[in-house]
Nanobody, 123 residues
Framework: QVQLVESGGGLVQAGGSLRLSCTAS????????MGWYRQAPGKEHEFVAA????????FYGDSVKGRFTISRDNAKNTVYLQMNSLKPEDTAIYYC????????????????WGQGTQVTVSS
């Protein structure tokens, strides 16, 4: 089992930036792709971004392309999400989870989710 701790959320004005972090422990972090999801009140989980565990290939949801950047530091078991040009519609709880990206979509594995980190963007 893997434990995940997300951090870096907060309150920011529209157009601002935040950098989220997710640190994993408990299992081999480097064997999995890592992904970010978000969930706004009353809505389902939405895929945000993912990064391949070895080649570093990145994938993004349509709503964040060009604004968000995912990266990872395997030595620190940490994945990051740099969020720029934030919009009020980006307001949500952000979660990271290990998995695999294939066939055009991200597939969470292990059933491991952190507690999430709240991002609130004011207009």
């Amino acid at each position: 089992q893997v434990q995940l701790v997300e951090s870096g959320g907060g309150l920011v004005q529209a157009g601002g930036s935040l950098r989220l972090s997710c640190t994993a422990s408990g299992r081999t972090f480097n064997s999995y792709d890592m992904g970010w999801y978000r969930q706004a009140p009353g809505k389902e989980h939405e895929f945000v971004a993912a990064i391949n565990w070895s080649r570093g290939n990145t994938f993004y949801g349509d709503s964040v392309k060009g604004r968000f950047t995912i990266s990872r530091d395997n030595a620190k078991n940490t994945v990051y999400l740099q969020m720029n040009s934030l919009k009020p519609e980006d307001t949500a709880i952000y979660y990271c989870t290990p998995g695999s990206y294939y066939s055009g979509s991200y597939h969470p594995a292990l059933g491991s989710w952190g507690q999430g980190t709240q991002v609130t963007v004011s207009s």
